[in-house]
């Protein structure tokens, strides 16, 4: 079996980003008659059902509205990169590890007017960890001092824990040296509010049209189930949106809003891998469809608190019945990649020497026949999402001699169930929020897995995590993540890593400079060619 390995992977992927690119650049408006005409985009998604607001909203999706409004002090771009966005420059830690000194950019205005100081941050972060607030998101920013105590009860401020030195110069002071840290400001949960206008909101912040931001967009409506409408917000601090114009369309379901684009009512929007095979020949997709590639994969998650699953050789039977490669040419209709471990080759740490996990059918009945004689009962749960994925799966267990019950189960349900640790073998995707071993591998430490329905517990794979959770090395803490994917996954067979997905979407000839980054869709340095002859005239 030929090995896949990271750099085979990025060349190809890069490849194909740079021809992508090409085409997407390749229009530019220059009829002077046309700079008058207003530039709208509309993108369609599905609705939220949630606020914006990244302290309390944890989808992956919900970036393509937020990530307009909001800014962090840094951010990641859509070619992954991390760079100062509220920040004068990318901060670094003082000799001691733990202090880190911050200078915001002068003169930054939210929506409402109001100047950005040093005393939104404090308010932002002491907004995350009180226990009222009800936020959700703050696992990535525990380490500022004194936050552990504010979710306990225990004080009402970060103090100490950031430290204001005037309006634009403060310190993040953390308890313990953290290589996540700088990292996780990139992210959406760490989104800066202002200070008066968050406060007055209450609860009521990123409801509806109560969301105020530093972002190149303003949120001018949004009735969370039809529409949300943002225009250019003319006094951004950096270079201003393209756009002047963006309709976010909420559907109630991915075939509604793939017609919708087939009628020209959406301009841009994701094509849901389980509708890629329906959708990739029809007229108006071809030669619209561009693939992207997330920082996650499709897993089989496996409760090892059940006994029938406590042996290995039964675990690495389930993995060697399944013929992914089968799987992705089918049901995925070619849109994906063999897994070799449960890091992607996007993120440092990725093993470009593993081999790709094995098709061997006639090894699993045999493992199986050692480990059960007496037969494997499981119970199988999948979303609606996944369920082509979990059929197959079913199909190549059944062969080998497993009773495999499967069951799709109502998306809330499911959700209830798999973090209550109900569920004995379910199928899910999971995303890392940036290009780090820690947002994939942590889902497995023992003080987590029991959310997930996992209940994996080794004393070497948490030592190593916590271990290159502090190493400011790159290439130490890229090791140390290896070393962690192959106890997880290619020893234990905890999880059964299942594929690399290839996303897709659509976008009209006349969109311009599209990219996603990792899963949220951002209208960052989206452009209209409105001469274009298909581009919606008003």
Known sequence: MATITRRTFI??????????????????????????????LRFGMGALGAPLDMQKNGMSVAGTLTDSIFEGLLTWTDDLELVPTLLTAMPSFEADGVTLPCELKSGVTFHDGSTLTSADVKFTFERMFNPATGAG??????????????????????????????????SFV????????????????????????????GD????????????????????????????????????????????????????????????????????GFSLYGEFKDDPDFVGNTYPYLPLGLQFVNLNLKDEALSDVRVREALSLAIDRQELIDTVLDGQGQVPSGFLTPQIPGFDENAEAFAYDPDRARKLLAEAVPDGL??????????????QAIQGYWSAVGITCN??????????SDWTAGNLQVLINGWFADYPGGDGLLSYFMTENSQYHSSFYSDAEFDQLITRARSELDEAAQAELYRQADDIVSRRDYATIPVAYPHYNYAAKPYV???????????MWNIDVDTTHEDYPKE
Request: aromatic residues 10%; hydrophobic residues 40%; proline residues 2%.
């Open 377 to 390: 009962t499981i119970e199988f749960r999948t979303r609606a999402l996944f369920s082509t994925v979990a």
């Open 204 to 271: 009521d912040w990123g409801v509806g049209a109560n969301a105020v931001g530093t972002g190149k967009f303003k949120l001018i409506s949004n009735d969370e189930a039809t529409e949300a409408v943002f225009e250019r917000y003319e006094g951004y601090h950096g270079e201003p949106a393209a756009l002047d114009e963006v309709r976010v369309i909420y559907y109630a379901s991915a075939s509604t809003k793939l017609n919708a684009f087939k009628n020209g009512d959406i301009d841009w929007c994701d094509i």
């Open 174 to 201: 953390l308890t313990e040296q953290s290589a996540t840290f700088i990292p996780s400001l990139g992210i959406f949960y760490a989104h800066i509010f202002p200070h008066e206008v968050c406060a007055a909101a």
């Open 512 to 522: 311009l400079n599209h990219k996603v980054g990792n899963m949220s869709f951002h």
């Open 11 to 40: 060349a190809s992927s890069a490849a194909a980003a740079a021809t992508l690119a090409a085409c997407s650049n390749a229009a530019e408006t220059t009829d002077s008659s046309a700079q008058a005409t207003r530039k709208v």
């Open 406 to 415: 499967l069951q799709q189960m109502e998306n809330g349900i499911f959700m």
């Open 137 to 170: 998101n703050y696992t990535n920013y525990v380490q500022i001092k004194g936050a552990q105590e504010m979710l306990a009860g225990e004080r009402d401020n970060l103090d100490e824990g950031i430290v204001i030195t005037d309006d634009t110069h403060f």
